[in-house]
């Protein structure tokens, strides 16, 4: 099993930035990917970065502002967000897809609050 547990979220102005940090114990060797999801208040969750091995996928909606990382001997991934946006106030959640039992199962973390103030 894996553990993911988030932290670094907060009250930020619009235009502002802010980084969050996703720390993962528990199996990690195991762990195919991790992802940066996030939910907005009646909204449905939405990917925000992808960080595989050796590569990054990040949706157009939020590229050039947020950038992705991972730190192995950590075992801690990071998303640092750039200008954001008021529309951008959401739980941000870490994801791991982990490859367990001959299956690839998800994991979340508890999510982490963002609020952009206009």
């Known amino acids: 099993q894996v553990q993911l547990v988030e932290s670094g979220g907060g009250l930020v102005e619009a235009g502002g930035?802010?980084?969050?940090?996703?720390?993962?114990?528990g199996n990690t060797f195991m762990i195919n990917a991790f992802g940066w999801?996030?939910?907005?208040?009646?909204?449905?969750?939405?990917?925000v970065a992808v960080?595989?091995?050796?590569?990054?996928?990040i949706p157009d909606s939020v590229k050039g502002r947020?950038?992705?990382?991972?730190?192995?001997?950590?075992?801690?991934?990071?998303?640092?967000?750039?200008r954001l946006k008021p529309e951008e106030t959401a739980v941000y959640y870490c994801h791991a897809l982990?490859?367990?039992?001959?299956?690839?199962?998800?994991y979340w973390g508890q999510g982490t609050q963002v609020t952009v103030s206009s």
């Open 37 to 47: 999801y996030r939910q907005g208040p009646g909204k449905q969750r939405e990917v």
């Open 66 to 82: 947020f950038s992705p990382s991972r730190d192995n001997a950590k075992n801690t991934v990071y998303l640092q967000m750039y």
């Open 17 to 25: 930035s802010m980084r969050l940090s996703c720390a993962a114990s």
């Open 51 to 57: 960080i595989s091995s050796g590569s990054t996928n």
């Open 98 to 106: 982990v490859y367990e039992s001959d299956k690839l199962i998800d």
